[in-house]
């Protein structure tokens, strides 16, 4: 597995993975975004959005099926990544509940409302934050 800056990822390979994925918002993906491959082929993305000084929104997390077994270690990785940029807090808003598992096993807090970010998103689910150590 390797992480990519969205905007540094092969251009016909990235084309490829946002034709088949087309819920991933390309603008945002390519600013501020990253994009995961396996074997050469892009497999996800990420987005980490800073809200704060020190407070990234983790957005637009995505993974295709044939990669969804290393969502654990993908996650585990984002949160390294966070601490390489001085991160205090890591807010997530999961919308499904085996996201929700997976995030109170990484030790991601439940929250009953998000301090931070003030565009929420329009589907339903739950925040949870991450402290970065």
């Not at 966070?82 to 991601?108: G, I, N, T, Y």
């Not at 998000?114 to 689910?125: H, I, M, W």
């Amino acid at each position: 597995m390797e992480l990519i800056a969205a905007n540094h990822a092969p251009e016909e390979k990235l084309e490829q993975f946002l034709q088949h994925n087309e819920n991933v918002e390309r603008e945002l993906l390519l600013e501020k975004g990253y994009v995961v491959t396996f074997k050469g082929t892009i497999e996800g993305c990420f987005v980490m959005d800073l809200v704060d000084a020190d407070v990234y929104w983790l957005k637009q997390l995505h993974v295709t099926k044939q990669a969804a077994t290393s969502l654990p270690v993908l996650l585990e990785t984002i949160l390294a990544l966070a601490k390489e940029k001085q991160a205090r807090q890591v807010f997530v808003h999961s919308h499904q509940p085996m996201v929700d598992v997976l995030l109170e096993a990484l030790q991601f807090h439940p929250q009953k409302d998000n301090a931070f970010v003030q565009e929420t998103p329009n589907q339903e689910g739950n925040w949870w934050t991450y402290h970065v150590s």
